[in-house]
Every structure is written in C-alpha cells, then in structure tokens.
C-alpha cells in the first residue's frame, strides 16, 4: 500500500546524510498535517520530534493536537510535553476537560504527563479514568499512577487511596498482565517509602554528629515518623 511506503520512507530519514535530512523537515511537516493516513501522521511527528527542536515544529505539534485521529493527537501531546512540559501540561488538561470521552492511549498519554508535573488536583484524573482504560493499554496508565504516587508532595490520602485503587485492580483485573504490574507497582511504593526511611535516618545521623538538639533534627524526625506510619499503612 502507497500509505505504507511513506511510512517506511519517513523512517528511512535516520539514515539520511545530515543535509538531505534537514531538507526533508518541510515535507514531514507537511505529511504530519496533511497525509490522508493517521499512521503516516504519526511516523512524521515522530520523525520531526527525533530530529528537529525548534519553534516551527512545536506549531506542528500544536496544529496536530486538532487532529480527529486519538493516535495522531496522543504523538503530538508526547512531542510537546517532550519539549516544552509547561505547554503540554496546559494541552493535557484542556484535552480531559474539554473531550467527552478518551481513548486508552490518550490516557495514558495524559497519565505520563501528570505522573510528572502532577499534583493533588489530578488526583481525580487518575481515580476517574484508571477503570475506564482497557486491555494492555491500562499497563502504561498503571505505570505512570505508580510514578505519580511516588511525588513526595503529594498527601497521605491521596497516596493510600491510590494504593487501594491499585490493590483493586489486582484483585479484579481481567487481564494477567495489568495485574502484574498492579503488584509490581504497590511493591515500587513501598520501596520508595524504605528509601526515604533511610535517606532521613542519615540525614539524623550526620546532623546529630554537629548538633546534636538542632531544630533540623526535630523537622527530620517529623518527617521520619510520618514516613514510617505511611509505610505501614501500605
């Protein structure tokens, strides 16, 4: 098929001599918008994202995010996020607010922004649409909840609410691999909870050698007595 010859022309630009390929960039941006076929949209993005940083592209990224493709939209937000996560932060949320409905991979596209510069306020994005994704699509949702979890800004709530939502997913999933991960995910957690319990220890350590009854000591200490009652709430 024609369709599939492009796109396998557009991954052949890796191996392009370097002045060939930055005379190419004009016709990935234009395959990126206008070819006919989502998958050839998508090779193109992702062909401009490996190769090319700079204003012209991110207009690119931003004009594909109007795509009626759930595939051509998901590799847009990935490049700009990528490159400018204020940016892709801003689209992700005007993505779940203003869409009816999200595909799988635009879920967990927009759970991998979150999982980065996420906050208490996209705790309801999580806790909505972690039931609603499908298949071994919910693996990456999975993912980025774990890492999402993981922010040490985050409060206690937030954190063993989160954990329960995981437990239930292992308990209930119907697929064997999304399970996996939902015990591999509470297993990560706890670990990071270890790590912050020995990371504070020391600091205690170090810090009573110098000054025995400083206030750092006290604050560490805070910090340490709630790092140990979450992690035996996990």
């Avoid at 890492?147 to 709530?157: A, F, P, Q, V």
């Avoid at 989160?162 to 999304?178: A, C, M, R, S």
């Avoid at 015990?183 to 706890?190: A, L, P, R």
């Amino acid at each position: 098929a024609h369709w599939n010859i492009r796109a396998t022309a557009i991954r052949s630009l890796d191996f392009l001599p370097s002045d060939l390929a930055a005379n190419a960039k004009n016709k990935l941006s234009e395959m990126a918008i206008k070819d006919n076929k989502s998958s050839v949209r998508v090779a193109a993005l992702r062909e401009l994202h490996k190769n090319y940083k700079d204003e012209e592209v991110m207009k690119i990224y931003k004009e594909a995010m109007e795509d009626l493709s759930y595939a051509v939209i998901g590799e847009a937000l990935t490049c700009l996020s990528e490159d400018d996560m204020a940016e892709g932060m801003k689209r992700a949320k005007a993505l779940e607010r203003e869409s009816a409905e999200l595909s799988t991979g635009i879920m967990a596209t927009i759970a991998g922004i979150y999982a980065e510069k996420g906050g208490e306020e996209e705790r309801a994005f999580f806790e909505k649409y972690i039931n609603e994704a499908k298949g071994f699509g919910k693996i990456g949702f999975v993912v980025a909840y774990e890492k999402y979890l993981k922010n040490e800004t985050l409060s206690d709530e937030t954190v063993n609410r989160g954990i329960d939502i995981l437990k239930k997913i292992v308990e209930t999933d119907n697929t064997f691999y999304v399970k996996l991960y939902g015990v591999q995910s509470i297993k990560n957690i706890e670990s990071e909870y270890s790590k912050r319990e020995m990371i504070l220890n020391d600091k205690i350590a170090k810090e009573e050698k110098v000054k025995p009854s400083s206030e750092e000591i006290t604050m560490l200490r805070t910090q340490l007595d709630r790092v140990i009652l979450q992690k035996k709430k996990l």
